[in-house]
């Protein structure tokens, strides 16, 4: 048995579930936000991203180990095992500076490690601590940079926001979709993002990629309308090839890796990216911002009641942010073991636009 098979096998006991293999993400704290791949990572539960990495394997020189953790940050992952030779050492990541040593064990302690620490490493405590541990104490791990998650996001946020900017002044750009046809700015929108939701599928694996050729625009979108049942857009009928719709798919496939980023991360593009300063003087549109939104939910302290008769009703109109907070809070309760399909299916229980 290999080290990695023994450390994936450590991690099973503990409760993990969600535990993959070479897993690529982006680094979003670097400039160009190359893609990084690590041995093994271990999540609290499917389907993986930033926001639920729990614990990550990877090998490395002994000389190099330090600045080699600090290059997996961008993960989410609290803790990074390096394997050093015949020596395991595990690091905590912090969003800024070096990484620091949590513990170092010879091989044969790798079994002991985890014994001792089955329950503070164990999926939902880890899970609680990275959602809830920023604002309630109660939650907080002391292996568990709070500051971590966040950071990560204001990353990725920043780069979506400008990845979306780009393909959209690309699409504007050409005014047409066709010649002698205009571009309403209301048919850009909605295809962009129906764009940017294949980007997340395609990057993510999805089993609804495969059902269409990266290099056909029309494939591209007619696969997208008819998985989310969309109401068709002006001259789907006919090709969005050699458009400004093209261009903008090129480039959003040549952006940030989509693949560890959260779902609730759209949110974000929909609500700062995707309503203009324009429509918002149009519509009289006035945001909340997240983390206030997030700060208010969290002290409604959903955690107390008992999920299954919980029903959240929002009254306010917009994107919905304080929706989105309630969902991500709720979501962050599920039992670990619930499947992705199930933890998806329970969501139009919980929450009501009133």
């Known amino acids: 048995m290999t080290i990695l098979q023994r ?14 293999s070479q897993y690529v993400f982006p680094d979003v704290f670097s400039a160009s936000s190359p893609n990084r791949s690590v041995p093994l990572a271990a999540f609290t539960h499917s389907p993986p991203s930033y926001r639920n990495a729990a614990l990550a394997v990877i090998e490395a020189e002994k000389d190099t180990a330090t600045e080699l953790s600090g290059d997996y940050r961008a993960l989410g992952a609290p803790l990074v095992f390096v394997i050093e030779g015949q020596q395991v ?11 620091t040593v949590y513990r170092r064990v010879t091989l044969e302690q790798i079994g002991s490690l985890f014994s001792e620490n089955h329950q503070v490493w164990s999926p939902r405590r880890i899970h609680n601590a990275k959602a809830f541990g920023l604002l309630n104490k109660s939650f907080q791990l002391d292996f568990v940079d709070v500051g971590l998650m966040p950071a990560i996001e204001g990353e990725i946020h920043g780069k979506l926001d400008r990845l979306l900017n780009e393909t959209l002044a690309e699409t504007v750009r050409l005014r047409v979709v066709r010649p002698g046809e205009a571009v309403d700015d209301r ?45 068709a857009l002006p001259g789907e009928n006919s090709s969005f090839k050699g458009t400004g719709f093209e261009s903008a798919w090129v480039r959003l496939m040549s952006g940030i890796n989509f693949r560890n980023i959260s779902s609730d991360d759209l ?11 324009e429509t918002r003087e149009h519509f009289g549109t006035h945001s909340t911002p997240r983390p206030m939104a997030e700060y208010v939910v969290n002290r409604l302290e959903l955690w107390r009641n008992n999920l299954s008769k919980l029903k959240v ?42």
């Open 7 to 20: 450390l994936r096998e450590e991690m099973v006991k503990i409760g993990y579930l969600t535990i993959e």
């Open 89 to 99: 050492t595990v690091w905590q990541i912090h969003p800024k500076g070096r990484p």
């Open 187 to 231: 048919v850009v929108f909605r295809t962009v993002f129906r764009l940017l939701a294949a980007k997340v599928l395609q990057d993510r694996g999805h089993e609804l990629a495969g059902s269409w050729n990266p290099a056909d625009i029309d494939t591209v979108l007619n696969g997208i309308s008819g998985y989310y049942k969309l109401p």
């Open 267 to 277: 949110a974000f593009v929909y609500e700062n990216t995707l309503i203009t300063k």
């Open 313 to 354: 009703y929002e009254p306010f109109a917009g994107a919905g942010v304080f929706m989105v907070a309630a969902l991500r809070q709720l979501r962050d309760l599920l039992e670990i073991e619930l499947p992705e399909v199930d933890r998806h299916g329970l969501h139009p229980v919980w929450l009501t636009r009133a």
